[in-house]
């Protein structure tokens, strides 16, 4: 593994896929790995002589050996590898380790593997080392609804002038529709535009609410999966507005009303709710039983003319 610390970062990256593959076919067990891994990094200071480098390029080798490409197990290492870095490295490498699993893979998939698995980050790190900071950077491998707005998308969609392709443009030039976190922060972003007033005098201001609903046409492009992720970036928008009366039923009634969402969808929503999304579910089922019993009246009516 050493001789791949002064080649390029391709190399390093291929190192932790063969890593991978070679304990798939089980010609090296995680014991040999471990033992491999603890001579690196017995050996590290002396190499940082050479290489300062040296604990971002093991991070760069690490990071896809997590994800690999014949098993999604290698997660579970995480610990064990840990146990085998010094202290004073530990939360560096972590973050080195997890900047490229999300560059091999993306922030999503890295996501649903630690949840998959029975990581905390007190199994990972000293607690002492769990400060504020830290839990604010990685609190999306824990918090499905981690997603943030994102600042340049706000202003797009709060400008009324904006055209739709404009936006939609940005949207496909920075971020992955397959990944359910670029989707939330589209749709958090889109929440936080319509937004004015301060504090608990937060309002919803509806010409910018439905000026760009082609956008969110657009991105939902029929996906029943893009759906449902839009209902719940209201959902976890709205809890953390610490549910002002009414916005959850306007944006359903908007998404509803221009045929973003589908009934199927809202009701899916409704009756078979995400475990991992719970998160200010119980709020929202509530602040809309007057949406939900007027879309039942209307299939009722459809059912019997």
Known sequence: MTSVFESKALARVAI?????????????????????????VDFAPD????????????????????????????????????????????????????????????????????????????KILKVDLIDSAFVREFEWLINSSSARSDPELVKLFKNINSQDSDIIAYINHHFNLSEKFSIRTIFFSYLQSCLIGQDQEKRIQEDIARSHIGVLKAVINDSPDIEIQAIYAIQHFVH????????????????????????????????????????GYANVVNSTTNFFNWLKQTDEQETFP
């Open 47 to 122: 190499l940082a002589i050479d290489i300062p480098r040296i604990w971002q390029y093991i991070g760069e080798i690490i990071g896809p050996f997590l994800i690999g490409t014949s098993s999604s197990s290698r997660i579970d290492l995480l610990t064990a590898i840990f146990q085998k870095i010094p202290d004073t490295k530990s939360k560096q490498m972590f973050e080195y380790i997890m900047r490229y699993a999300v560059d091999f893979s993306s922030k999503e998939h890295v996501r649903e593997l630690w949840q998959s698995s029975t990581l905390t980050f007190e």
């Open 16 to 40: 932790g896929r063969l890593l991978d593959a070679v304990i798939h076919e089980k010609i090296l067990s995680n014991e040999g790995f471990l033992s491999g891994f603890q001579s690196v």
């Open 240 to 279: 953390q507005l610490d549910h002002p009366p009414k916005m959850a039923a306007f944006f359903f009634d908007i998404f509803y009303d221009e045929e973003c969402v589908s009934e199927d969808r809202f009701f899916q929503w409704y009756e078979c709710p995400d475990p991992l999304e719970s998160e």
